[in-house]
């Protein structure tokens, strides 16, 4: 074959080899990038509240006289998923009925074994009428169990969803629970729960001549710890009256940490209606202490404030607060209130002075705002109300907080259960 149709041919060869099987030096760039299929991410594991782990409890119980501390909040939930809805459940005490375990009483913190009772209002003793077991009070007159109200007892089951604020009275009957049974020497067990304020530390700590049924022990206004965190706490610093400590046993949570996100499935109380109102209410009820409505008598409780001595002209927001679920007779009740409406605000990561200075700021008669016992009981201290009073700024405020603390975290860090 000539040599001028040897070349030809093979050119044409080349050609008809790079065509179907693309430049080499381009598939060898193109092997080297990345894949563009999309991945599914890992799924989230979901949270399991202790309750449900049943196995990890039930033999504590078997064949004991089991007494109950329980609320609304106390459920097992039938669809774990928290993206399921509705969240379908059983109360902890029918399912451990069902399971044969001699329950003998339930005891029933403020608002009650249902949780219908006003803030405040006296819980009566009674009987349940879905079960017909004996309900004893632990708020109003008896906050504490009696060795009479223990006697038929062999171990108390605490189960009572938390929203991590000192004032929210369910942490001072988890104290009072354990001193009784720990001068009894009656085993306390703790089936723990989400804390949705649990990822931050921060307020005024407790001091010790202002301790009471708002705050029993010297902590932060947010101490960022679940029930079982600070059960453990209390129980080991030797907190308990005398210096006791009880026979205290933790139920762990499954896949939470700190900075888990956790939308409560049932209102812990009447008048914490939804996420918004959780995470507003530890910068929110300081206003209890205070002649301000916080949103009682509406239905976004702990989601504004309000007052008929504010300034209307420094206000375009107003509502009149009228009796309803959970609030019989709400501050200014039936009167309309000048304030701030903040029920599109975001997750809170500190306690905020902004809207209790702002309040007093624009009182034309600031004589009016502060309730002093109330407030104090509250802020746990008498100082933020004179420096409020003095005009100092949220920031010199809270700069006035940080060594106490930063001591608490330190010992906090020794009784988390989670990251």
């Known amino acids: 074959m000539p040599f001028i149709s040897v070349v030809k ?58 007494g109950v501390v329980a609320n609304q909040t106390s459920v097992i939930f039938k669809n774990i998923s928290a993206k399921e809805e509705p969240r379908d459940h059983t109360h902890l005490v029918d399912s451990l009925l069902s399971l044969g375990i001699d329950i003998q009483k339930v005891f029933a913190p403020e608002h009650g074994f249902r949780g219908t009772v006003d803030a405040g209002e006296k819980v009566t003793d009674g009987v349940d009428t879905k079960t017909g077991l004996p309900i004893v009070s632990l708020y109003g007159k008896n906050r504490k169990p009696s060795a009479g109200q223990l006697a038929d007892v062999d171990v ?102 700190h900075s888990s996100e ?31 409505n916080a949103g009682r008598g509406t239905e976004f409780q702990f989601q504004r404030y309000g007052a008929p001595f504010l300034d209307p002209k420094a206000y375009d927001f107003q509502y009149t607060p009228i009796p309803n679920f959970g609030a019989k007779n709400p501050k200014h009740k039936d009167v309309t209130c000048y304030g701030k409406n903040l029920a599109d605000s975001p997750k ?50 809270k700069a006035s907080w940080k060594n106490d603390l930063e001591e608490f975290k330190l010992l906090r860090k020794n009784y988390l259960l989670y990251d």
């Open 9 to 66: 041919s093979t050119f044409l060869l080349w050609v008809l080899w790079t065509s179907a099987c693309g430049n080499p030096s381009r598939q060898k760039k193109v092997a080297t990038e990345p894949s563009l299929e999309k991945t599914t991410p890992d799924p989230i594991p979901e949270i399991i509240v202790a309750a449900n782990r049943t196995s990890e409890y039930i033999s504590l119980l078997q064949a004991k006289k089991v």
């Open 156 to 257: 108390v089951l605490f189960d009572i969803q938390d929203v991590g604020v000192r004032f929210y009275t369910y942490i001072a009957t988890l104290q009072l629970v354990m001193e009784a049974c720990a001068e009894e020497g009656i085993p306390v067990i703790v089936l723990d729960r989400p804390n949705p304020n649990g990822h931050y530390v921060d307020g005024p700590i407790m001091e010790k001549a202002h301790t009471g049924f708002l705050g029993m022990t010297e902590i932060p206004l947010v101490y960022g710890m679940t029930i079982g965190e600070y059960a453990t706490l209390i129980n080991e610093e030797g907190w308990l009256e005398e210096g006791n400590k009880a026979d205290l046993t933790i139920i762990t949570l499954e896949n939470w940490n």
């Open 262 to 292: 956790y939308s409560l499935p049932i209102r812990p109380s009447p008048n914490l209606p939804n996420d918004v109102s959780i995470t507003l209410y530890p910068s929110l009820g300081l206003f209890e202490g205070t002649n301000i």
């Open 348 to 397: 809170m990561h500190k306690v905020s002075l902004q809207w209790l200075i702002d309040a007093y700021q624009n009182a034309p008669d600031p004589s009016k705002v502060f309730n002093k016992s109330g407030f104090t009981k509250h802020a746990g201290t008498e100082k933020l109300q004179e420096q409020i009073e003095a005009g100092l700024s949220e920031m010199v405020i």
